[in-house]
T-cell receptor
Framework: DQQVKQNSPSLSVQEGRISILNCDYT??????FLWYKKYPAEGPTFLIS?????DKNEDGRFTVFLNKSAKHLSLHIVPSQPGDSAVYFC?????????FGTGTRLQVTL | DSGVTQTPKHLITATGQRVTLRCSPR?????VYWYQQSLDQGLQFLIQ???????AKGNILERFSAQQFPDLHSELNLSSLELGDSALYFC??????????????FGPGTRLLVL
């Protein structure tokens, strides 16, 4: 039972354009949502998070949107840069346990 | 560099064997988390320790066990290994015992291959 789903395994975006990564969840008990970025041969790195009481959190080029009624969150990267090419994992927290999605591989092309 | 170290980086072993994966958390972090990432799967939370005590348990098999020592390093023991246990095993550390948990820092992982 996949409680956190990232339905797009891969995404290709041109440099300078917007990247939108999506994530859906099923457990209404999740109270905190996070995005992690992972380069090959490295562990995931925390990118940005949002509490369930908010609907938007922005940090530089990265913005996370949360739609609780739809149980959906998204990560926007504007403008996309080649260094953003990585696998992005969505994660959700309930009682301090993190549940991860399967990841979306973002490729930013020149 | 997250400050979390994991050894070994790679491990190849046979079915039925037992292995131990080691993790040293960032200096000052009291919480250690273990995750498993199988092929095409997200990271599965296995277990969390906080200051030597088990704090939370996820999808950890009975053949797997973990502990956190007084110096705060942690070991994940995998026994009676099966082919399906082949995966990347990540350790993460944090200085919080609960939420918010955005402060988890991941190590580079141990890649386990069971033949």
């Amino acid at each position: 039972d996949q409680q956190v789903k990232q339905n797009s395994p891969s995404l290709s975006v041109q440099e300078g354009r917007i990247s939108i990564l999506n994530c859906d969840y099923t457990n209404s008990m999740f109270d905190y949502f996070l995005w992690y970025k992972k380069y090959p041969a490295e562990g995931p790195t925390f990118l940005i998070s949002i509490s369930s009481i908010k609907d938007k959190n922005e940090d530089g080029r990265f913005t996370v949107f949360l739609n609780k009624s739809a149980k959906h969150l998204s990560l926007h990267i504007v403008p996309s840069q080649p260094g953003d090419s990585a696998v992005y994992f969505c994660a959700a927290s309930a009682r301090s346990k993190l549940t991860f999605g399967t990841g979306t591989r973002l490729q930013v092309t020149l | 560099d997250s400050g979390v170290t994991q050894t070994p980086k790679h491990l190849i072993t046979a079915t039925g064997q037992r292995v131990t994966l080691r993790c040293s958390p960032r200096s000052g972090d009291l919480s250690v988390y273990w995750y498993q990432q199988s092929l095409d799967q997200g990271l599965q939370f296995l277990i969390q320790y906080y200051n030597g005590e088990e704090r939370a348990k996820g999808n950890i098999l009975e053949r797997f066990s973990a502990q956190q020592f007084p110096d705060l390093h942690s070991e994940l023991n995998l026994s009676s290994l099966e082919l399906g246990d082949s995966a990347l095993y990540f350790c993460a550390s944090s200085d919080y015992s609960g939420v918010p948990i955005a402060s988890q820092y991941f190590g580079p992982g141990t890649r386990l291959l069971v033949l």
